[in-house]
Structures are given as structure tokens and as C-alpha cells.
């Protein structure tokens, strides 16, 4: 079994090795190399302590990124590389940093602290794969299994519990039983973890292809206590039913908060600390309701009259996860919406042909009649009654004002 190591990465690995020092590939590269994925990023670890990282590479191209735990990250042809040394971790007793590391010479002691099997594996062209726990067998398999004793794991960073399932939804594999029993056990533990990175991995669970699945109530109770787990099971399906990826999670935020109102999804994402825009749009998601009637013309223009395209689209795609039976209607009105965007089509105040200076030019008075008559303007032109020519709406504008 070979793994093809990018061309830096593997530069790096090869100036380590001549050095002296044992040196490989590590954690989620080899993972998605395994499943015949591109990785993101490749993270390096070896033998070779951080200060003598730091002079076989050059202090020009070295950041000290965090020496204490042995991670130094090279630069090279414009990328950086992790480069951590083989470890050891002690307790952890504040359930998130270990209280202290130990640099060791053996690789599958380091794999040995690892959260998951499947990201306990290292690689080199010359050793070929070190996989001590199973993690290509299980990779096989389709399962998620903690690295070793579950209840250890978490009790270390309670934030695995939600990369368990995190890495579950992304690629549709199982869970280990024990592992999911340890991760409910310890459930509670996960307020020791900043909300912050409490958001950030619900957010790419939440962009896994069928995530809701793996949406545990007795994990969500204490990190979206807000969220009334007999409304879960209804969420799930929703989600599911939305578009995937990170660009769409905004409408899934929605769809899983949904029972809490706008008010509520409020309150929700601000102490999860999100965005004011995350905050915005997911709240929106949440507030605007289905139209009744079948789509026209006139809604996608009153729709993009207070919002973008793109929310627009979100909304038609949530509304058509909520309302399957209607989803022709909804997709029809997403089109529609789109082609008046691309026709530049008057659907706002800001796209008449007037603008208030014209209309104070032309007699009208300025304050809350001058307002008033704009609307009415608009009115008229998206319904069909006037064309969004000047002089028609000059005309029909001191009209206005005069009655």
C-alpha cells in the first residue's frame, strides 16, 4: 500500500530522514490518502525535537507555533507544514490542554494519545503505514472508534465527543458502541469546552452530506440547551433534506433552531458567540414564513424587495425541506427570482428610475409624504400599473401628493 505524500511534504520528510531522524506523515492526510481523498493540509511528525526542527530548517523558515508541545511550522514553496515531535501527554485536569508533555522516540507512542483510530495512523515511503490500533481496518469498515480506553479520550478533550460524531456524519461510517457510550456519559464535560470551538465543530457537523443522524439528543441537551429534544427528530429530517456543504449551513442552522423562533435562535447563537452575520441570517431563515399561494411574480419581487438573491435561494430551499409537496413551487419561485436579478428588474426603492431629490425637484415636499410617495411608486411599478420610466413616475408621483 502506497500513499502519494505532496511534493513539500514530502521534501520535508526526506531532509528529516537524511538527517537522522525518524520522520512521517500523520493523522487526517493519511486518513483521507487512504480513502482516495486530496487532504487539506499535511501534518508531519518525527523524532527530531523542536529546536533542532528549527535548525535543520532554517529560523527564516520557521514559526515556533507552540515549542512547549513540540510543534514548529515550516514554510515552504509558499505553504506551511506542522512538524510536531513525537509525544506523550499527562492528566489533563482542566479537560481540554494536557498538563504537560513528554518528547519520546517512538512513533506509536505518540499515535497512542490520538483521539480516533482512523487519525492514529503515520506514513513514510521507506517504513510504509504505522497503523497500531486498526485505523485502516476500520477505515474499511466504515467506523469511528476512540484510540485505545473511550472514557479517557473524552475525559482528555471533551471536545472529541463531538468530532465523534463530526467525523461519523462526514463520512457516513458507524459508531463504535463503546466509543458512543463513553461519549454520552461524558456528555456533560463538554462545558468545560469554550463555546467558541463548541460552534465551530457543530458547524461542520452540520455541513456533513446526512448529518442528522449523528445530531445525539444527549449530547445536543448541553451544548443547545435551548433546543427541546422532542423537536430533534423533525430537525433531523429537515436537515438532511437541505443542500450540504459549509456555504449551505446557515440554512441548516435554521432548520435545527427553528422551534425556538427568531427570538430564540437569537439568543441561541449569541451565546454560542457567533457573528452578528451568522446571527442575521440564520434568524432570518427562521422569520420569514412560506407564502400560501402559489408563486408568481409579484412574491419573488416583494422577496427580493427586502432581501438578496442568496437569501432568497435560502429560503426557497428551506421552504422546500419543510414543504416537499410544494417543492416545484418553491424551486419556481427561486427561478424566477433569479431571472428578474439577472433582468436588473426594479424590486426596491434604490432601483426606480426617481429618486427623492427628483420628486422634491418636481413639487413634492419633503419628510414622510416624500417616503410615502416613493412606496407608492414601487408599489406601482411591481405590480405592472407603471413602468419604471422617469416621466411616468414624476407625473404619477405629484399626483400622489397632491390628493
Known amino acids: 500500500m502506497n500513499i502519494t505524500i505532496e511534493p513539500g511534504a514530502s521534501a520535508l520528510l526526506d531532509a528529516l530522514h537524511r538527517a537522522g531522524f525518524a520522520a512521517y506523515a500523520v493523522g487526517g492526510c493519511v486518513r483521507d490518502s487512504l480513502l482516495g481523498l ?4 499535511w501534518d508531519l511528525c518525527t523524532a ?4 533542532q526542527v528549527m535548525e535543520l530548517f532554517g529560523e527564516k523558515q520557521c514559526i ?3 515549542l512547549q508541545h513540540g510543534t514548529v511550522t515550516v514554510k515552504r514553496d ?3 507544514y506542522e512538524i510536531t515531535t513525537f509525544r506523550t501527554e499527562g492528566s489533563y485536569s482542566d479537560g481540554r490542554h494536557p498538563d504537560s508533555v513528554a518528547f519520546v522516540p517512538d512513533v506509536r507512542e505518540d499515535l497512542a494519545r490520538r483521539d480516533f483510530t482512523i487519525n492514529a495512523m503515520a506514513y513514510s515511503a521507506e517504513e510504509g503505514l504505522c497503523d497500531p490500533f486498526g485505523g485502516q481496518e476500520d477505515l474499511a469498515r466504515g467506523v469511528v472508534r476512540a484510540v485505545g480506553e473511550p472514557l479517557r479520550r473524552f475525559e482528555e478533550d471533551a471536545l472529541r ?3 465523534f460524531y463530526r467525523f461519523a456524519a462526514r463520512f457516513g461510517f458507524v459508531i463504535d458502541e463503546a466509543t458512543e457510550a463513553a461519549a454520552k456519559q461524558l456528555a456533560a464535560h463538554l462545558d468545560c469546552v469554550s463555546v467558541e470551538r463548541i460552534e465551530e465543530e457543530l458547524d461542520k457537523l452540520l455541513s456533513a452530506p446526512k448529518p442528522g443522524a449523528y445530531l445525539e439528543p444527549e449530547v445536543l441537551a448541553f451544548v443547545l440547551p435551548e433546543l427541546p429534544p422532542d423537536d430533534l427528530s423533525e430537525a433531523r429530517e429537515i436537515i438532511d433534506a437541505l ?3 459549509a456555504e449551505k449551513v446557515t440554512t441548516r442552522w435554521a432548520a435545527l433552531l427553528l422551534p425556538l423562533g427568531e427570538d430564540g435562535t437569537r439568543k441561541a447563537l449569541k451565546r454560542l458567540k ?3 452575520a451568522v446571527i442575521d441570517g440564520v434568524s432570518t431563515l427562521v422569520k420569514e414564513k412560506a407564502p400560501r399561494t402559489p408563486p408568481s411574480t409579484l412574491q419573488a419581487k416583494r422577496l427580493l424587495g427586502r432581501y438578496d438573491l442568496h437569501t432568497v435561494q435560502q429560503l426557497t430551499a428551506l421552504w422546500s425541506a419543510l414543504q416537499p409537496e410544494r417543492k416545484d413551487e418553491f424551486t419556481a419561485l427561486q427561478k424566477e427570482a433569479g431571472t428578474l436579478t439577472a433582468q436588473s428588474a426594479c424590486c426596491r426603492v434604490s432601483q426606480l428610475a426617481v429618486n427623492g431629490r427628483d420628486l422634491m425637484a418636481a413639487g413634492v415636499a419633503p419628510g414622510p409624504g416624500l417616503r410615502r410617495a416613493l412606496e407608492a411608486l414601487l408599489e406601482e411599478v411591481i405590480t405592472g400599473r407603471l413602468p419604471n420610466e422617469k416621466a411616468e413616475l414624476l407625473a404619477f408621483a405629484t399626483k400622489f401628493s397632491a390628493s
Do not use: F, M, Q, V
Open 161 to 163: 465527543i463531538l468530532r
Open 243 to 245: 443542500p450540504a456543504g
Open 38 to 41: 486530496a487532504p487539506h493540509d
Open 48 to 51: 527530531a525535537r523542536p529546536e
Open 274 to 276: 457567533c457573528s452578528n
Open 78 to 80: 509558499g505553504r506551511l
Open 64 to 66: 515556533p507555533t507552540g
